[in-house]
């Protein structure tokens, strides 16, 4: 990161005075020194780059690439950013055949803007996947940029989850059934030395939190799919009391079966949009039901039977104690 170029992108936000004054004399005056076999170079100012480690790092990268979002925008593509890794998502007909040139000019603009700002387009990470609407032909269109040629991949990993061109999720599925039954053997080694308690907790931070990582994205998938993560769950449950197979302890421990917890994690999301405290891009999704016509309900305010009240008010205080 070039530090006149990083100051800049600091004015063009709106950031001056004494604020930039800080940012300034953090970025200055550093040097560095290569040491080999002994002996010391002299030292060499620095006039690129920020401390790696350091708490400003990620947040000043960010600011450094703030304008890359002007460029991608400029063709039409949606996007997310998260730290060094950019996402670009556009949504076409599959009668279209001028995708994969619009493809290419929007990558070669974002090379031509890398280059600008002392960085490199690694077209090594770069995956372009295709996802077909249900009864659409599969695309194979490859894109050419810098005089290297990008084929469509039959899956990426996107923060920790991988996406197939089919979005059945079965590698992703796959893959966490693996680091779950490998962590479930780790601990069940140590098993004899710990506690009931300690042996939950061990398996709720090691197993339960990767299957609920990114879980809502399963939701929709036919029970079959899902039943490798709830067969994980169930051996969980039984390395935490120590029992053989075929016991069901997950009422025991509240925990909801995989099945449920897709389920309220969706839920969840849904009603944080409605809420208006979701990302846009998940608000923008969910439509407020506008009635045809008008209801006597509408304005006569919520009614509720006390049986039902009753069984809501119980409904609520499950999910809230799982």
Not at 38 to 59: K, N
Not at 188 to 216: G, H
Not at 258 to 283: D, E, N
Not at 300 to 317: C, I, M, Y
């Amino acid at each position: 990161m070039d530090h006149r170029i990083l100051l800049s992108s600091h004015v063009e936000m709106g950031i001056s005075g004494s604020a930039l004054t800080w940012f300034e004399s953090y970025l200055a005056d550093r040097s560095y020194q290569v040491a080999w076999r002994g002996s010391l170079s002299s030292p060499h100012t620095l006039s690129t780059g920020v401390p790696q480690g350091s708490v400003l790092g990620p947040v000043l990268f960010s600011l450094y690439t703030k304008s890359l979002g002007s460029v991608i925008s400029a063709h039409g593509f949606s996007y997310h950013c998260y730290a060094d890794d950019t996402q670009l998502f556009l949504s076409f007909s599959p009668s279209d055949t001028q995708v994969p040139a619009w493809i290419s000019a929007c990558l070669a603009d974002i090379s031509a803007w890398m280059s600008t700002h002392h960085l490199k387009l690694n077209l090594g990470k770069t995956e372009l996947l295709f996802l077909p609407a249900k009864g659409s032909p599969m695309i194979d269109a490859s894109i050419t940029v810098e005089g290297s040629i990008v084929s469509p991949s039959q899956s990426a990993r996107s923060l920790g989850v991988t996406l197939d061109n089919q979005l059945c999720f079965s590698s992703h599925i796959a893959a966490i059934t693996r680091t779950c039954r490998f962590s479930l053997h780790n601990i069940r080694r140590i098993r004899p030395f710990l506690t009931q308690e300690a042996t939950q907790l061990l398996v709720q931070a090691l197993v339960i939190s990767r299957l609920d990582y990114c879980n809502s994205l399963l939701a929709g998938l036919p029970a079959c799919a899902i039943k490798p993560l709830q067969l994980v769950q169930n051996a969980a449950a039984r390395l935490v009391f120590n029992q053989p197979k075929f016991t069901p302890l997950l009422s025991s421990l509240h925990w909801l079966p995989i099945a449920a917890r897709i389920r309220f994690k969706s839920l969840v999301l849904a009603f944080q949009a409605a809420r208006g405290t979701a990302p846009p891009y998940l608000q923008s999704l969910i439509t407020p039901y506008t009635p045809p016509r008008p209801l006597r309900s509408a304005s006569s305010g919520p009614r509720s039977h006390l049986r039902s009240s009753a069984r809501l008010k119980t409904h609520l205080f499950r999910l809230h104690y799982h």
